[in-house]
C-alpha cells in the first residue's frame, strides 16, 4: 500500500509539471522592463501556458514612418510554433526567437529542456525497484 501512495504521489507532481506550464508575459511596446528586466523579473506578469502552450521571447525589429523599433514580446504560443512564422512580413526582421517548455524558461533567449517533467516520474520508477 505504501508503495502505491508513493507512486501516486510522484505520478501527480510529475503530471502538474507537464500541464501546468508558467511563462513570463509582456510587450516591451508597453513596458520597456519587458525588453531587458536583468534583476526586475517581479516586475514582469506571468501567463499559465496551459497544457497546449509554450513560452516563447521574441523580438522584431520594423520602420514605421522612416523610425525604426526594435520590440520584445514574452508569452505562449501554441504546440508546433516554429521561430520560422515570424518571417512573414516585409520590412520585418526577427532579432531573436526562443521558444521553450520549462517554467519561466522565456527569462532569457536561449532553448532549456523539460527534463523536470518527466523527473517525479523516473524517480518514483526507481523508488519502487528499490523497495521491491
Not at 44 to 64: A, M, N, Y
Not at 124 to 131: A, D, R, T, V, Y
Amino acid at each position: 500500500m505504501a508503495k502505491l501512495i508513493i507512486l501516486v504521489a510522484f505520478f501527480a507532481f510529475g503530471v502538474s509539471q507537464v500541464y501546468s506550464l508558467y511563462c513570463f508575459t509582456c510587450n516591451s511596446t508597453l513596458s520597456a522592463t519587458c525588453a531587458n528586466p536583468e534583476d526586475q523579473w517581479e516586475d514582469l506578469d506571468t501567463i499559465d501556458c496551459g497544457s497546449e502552450g509554450l513560452c516563447s521571447k521574441i523580438t522584431l525589429r520594423f520602420q514605421v514612418g522612416g523610425f525604426i523599433y526594435t520590440t520584445t514580446e514574452r508569452g505562449c504560443v501554441p504546440a508546433g510554433t516554429e521561430c520560422s512564422r515570424y518571417h512573414t512580413a516585409e520590412g520585418v526582421k526577427l532579432i531573436n526567437c526562443a521558444i521553450c517548455d520549462t517554467e519561466y524558461c522565456n527569462r532569457s533567449g536561449k532553448l532549456t529542456g523539460g527534463i523536470f517533467a518527466v523527473l517525479p516520474l523516473i524517480i518514483s520508477f526507481l523508488i519502487i525497484k528499490i523497495m521491491t
